[in-house]
């Protein structure tokens, strides 16, 4: 079965540079997820998104924004990278916003030097 | 304590012995699902458990929610190496669709051969 893909999936920058990243749900599903686990942490909700529209907002910095595509990928970018945005960035994917299982991506890991 | 926290930390038991986590949490919720994460990987889904249900099975997985208490366990039975890895419990929030997880801080379990 089609999982949540992400890209990339590894990716260094330097301090001050910006960053995006890519999710594609999974095919039919229009709810999209962004988190960040930082090393020996759990993940912390960012941002959501369904149709189209934000949807819900956790700890996203005000450095980062994101937004999702009529095709429902969504992207994450990030600017003014701090060496603490070092983290684990997933993506996770729902059908329909109805508290249903979300489904992770594999996840792309940023290294901000 | 935050949303979702799980004890025991850590757990070490032998091949084919039962491990049983908790979680507990501190809002309403409309589920609260189980993940397993292997060292620096994806989360991967295992159980989603809904606030009118009790009790529900996969596989090996039991994962029982008690709303009044506030708390969920998770038991995974007659355990394997390939268990090893961290359970985290999510919760979403009781508020409109599209409500982003909370994770607990997870159950480091691993399974010695």
């Known amino acids: 079965a089609a999982g949540v893909i992400q890209s990339p999936r590894h990716l260094i920058k330097e301090k001050r540079e910006t960053a995006t990243l890519k999710c594609y749900p999974i095919?039919?599903?229009?709810?999209v997820y962004w988190y960040q686990q930082g090393p020996g942490q759990d993940p912390q909700f960012l941002i959501s998104?369904?149709?189209?529209?934000?949807?819900d907002k956790g700890s996203i910095p005000d450095r980062f924004s994101a937004q999702q595509f009529s095709d429902y990928h969504s992207e994450l970018n990030m600017s003014s990278l701090e060496l603490g945005d070092s983290a684990l960035y997933f993506c996770?994917?729902?059908?329909?916003?109805?508290?249903?299982?979300?489904?992770f991506g594999p996840g792309t890991r940023l290294t901000v030097l | 304590s935050q949303q979702g926290e799980e004890d025991p930390q850590a757990l070490s038991i032998q091949e084919g012995e039962n491990a049983t986590m908790n979680c507990s949490y501190k809002?309403?919720?409309?589920?609260l699902q189980w993940y397993r994460q292997n060292s620096g990987r994806g989360l991967v889904h295992l159980i989603l458990?809904?606030?009118?249900?009790r009790e529900k099975h996969s596989g090996r997985l039991r994962v029982t929610l008690d709303t009044s208490k506030k708390s969920s366990s998770l038991l995974i039975t007659a355990s394997r190496a390939a268990d090893t890895a961290s359970y985290f419990c999510?919760?979403?929030?009781?508020?409109?669709?599209?409500?982003?997880?909370?994770f607990g801080k997870g159950t480091h379990l691993i399974i010695q051969p």
């Open positions: 095919p039919r599903h229009d709810t």
């Open positions: 996770a994917s729902e059908a329909g916003a109805s508290y249903n299982e979300q489904f």
């Open positions: 458990i809904r606030s009118n249900e």
């Open positions: 809002t309403s919720i409309n589920n």
């Open positions: 998104f369904y149709e189209k529209m934000q949807s």
């Open positions: 999510a919760t979403d929030g009781s508020g409109g669709g599209a409500d982003g997880l909370t």
